[in-house]
C-alpha cells in the first residue's frame, strides 16, 4: 500500500505486459542552495539529471557541472 501523499507511476516494463510500480523521485534547485523555485520530479536519477542540467543551462548559465555538483544532487534527489 502507498503512502499519503507519495506519487506512483505505474509503466509497461516489459512485452508481457507487466505493469511495475515506480515511485516518483523528485528535486529542487532549493535542495542545494540556490535561490530558485525550480522543482522536476522523475522516476530516474536519470531523467532528473538531465532536466536540472537543461535547466541549468538555460537559467543560471552553468555550462559545465563538476563531479562534486553532480554528487550533490543525486544525493539531494528525494525518492
Known sequence: MNQPGTTVEYLFENNAGVMQQTHAMSFRCRDIGLDCSFE???TSEHKILREFIDHAEATHNL???S???ILKIKSA???
Do not use: S
Open 63 to 65: 555550462n559545465f557541472l
Open 40 to 42: 522536476t520530479t522523475g
Open 67 to 69: 563531479a562534486d555538483v
Open 77 to 79: 534527489i528525494k525518492k
